[in-house]
């Protein structure tokens, strides 16, 4: 029998936290899941963590992959490998609260216009019990796609809605996640377009991440190979590729023509704004030196 929920946390040398990041989703009130781990050849004791959590509790299923795929071939490999009506991404490094699960879940099983819910979002770095706040989280709740899509454009920034409940039918009718940076952004304006986000009010959710995700930065090629080890790109054309895609997924989405209309003079308004990083970008800056602004889910030490 299928389980309601699947939860996929993809892993890579990550015998620091992600024995507590599991721990803390084996002990969800709402019990009714599979949790899938796959380890992306981790080089740590990462392998002996996890096969102890899987022997513990039979929810737990492990699979090693003899190489390392990259982070955006295992984040999509956990989806595919799993059932469930709903699906969650799981980082090895991140902390949720005992009743995530639970509350996100009655707020889709009450609201099926709703593809994905997630709670407010606290970040800390070392200890939990530190956590600050995050402010800036946002919901879709309008009817229209070309509504929603247009708020996700101005309001996301820290991309923790990633970390939620995600209705699967909706995310099979998406490309997933592609090696590129920022494709999570991509994947989020898929899902909006196919339906409504929920933000629960509580703070449920505990996100580890290092004061520098905040700020922008990050080496480029060391990026890309995070990404896809096989790349042997040095540069990433991210915001010109990003908008790029932006313009497909209008152009694929299951959405009234009139809807697509609205959507097109928006995105080429958005060309006209992300001007000025698109001609650095050309001009070839961020390629090595860090001076690239990271993606709003960045945390490739996470999940590679």
């Not at 407010?120 to 530190?130: I, N, Q």
């Not at 995050?134 to 070309?146: A, D, K, R, T, V």
């Not at 995600?166 to 490309?175: G, S």
């Not at 991440?209 to 905040?214: D, E, F, R």
Request: proline fraction near 4%.
């Amino acid at each position: 029998m299928e389980p309601l929920l699947s939860i996929g946390m993809p892993v890579y040398n990550g015998e620091r936290h992600v024995r507590s990041a599991v721990e803390s989703l084996l002990g969800q009130t709402f019990g009714d899941f599979e949790l899938l781990i796959s380890d992306n050849a981790s080089t740590d004791s990462t392998p002996d963590i996890c096969r102890q959590l899987a022997a513990a509790d039979r929810r737990v299923r492990y699979e090693q992959n003899q190489t390392n795929l990259g982070l955006i071939a295992n984040y999509n490999r956990v989806f595919r490998l799993t059932r469930g009506r709903y699906f969650k991404w799981a980082s090895s490094n991140d902390i949720c609260d005992r009743h995530m699960v639970e509350e996100c879940l009655a707020e889709m099983e009450s609201h099926t216009d709703i593809v994905l819910c997630y709670p407010r979002t606290r970040l800390f770095t070392d200890d939990p019990t530190g956590a600050v706040d995050y402010e800036f989280g946002f919901e879709l709740m309008e009817e229209s796609p070309s509504e929603r899509m247009r708020g996700l454009v101005d309001k996301l920034r820290l991309n923790n809605a990633m970390n939620g409940l995600i209705r699967r039918a909706a995310l099979e009718r998406t490309i997933l996640l592609d090696n590129y940076l920022a494709s999570d952004v991509n994947l989020l304006v898929e899902l909006c377009l196919l339906g409504k986000f929920r933000q629960i009010p509580q703070a449920l959710f505990y996100r580890r991440i290092h004061p520098s995700h905040l700020g922008g930065g990050g080496n480029v090629e060391e990026l890309l190979r995070v990404y896809d080890p096989l790349s042997s790109r040095k540069v990433s054309y991210k915001f010109w590729r990003l908008n790029f895609e932006h313009f497909l997924s209008v152009w694929r989405a299951s959405i009234p023509r009139h809807e697509k209309l609205r959507l097109f003079p928006f995105l080429v308004k958005k060309w006209y704004w992300d001007r000025g990083i698109l001609w650095a970008e050309l001009r070839g800056r961020g390629r090595r030196d860090g001076s690239v602004s990271a993606t709003p889910n960045e945390k490739v030490v996470q999940a590679k």
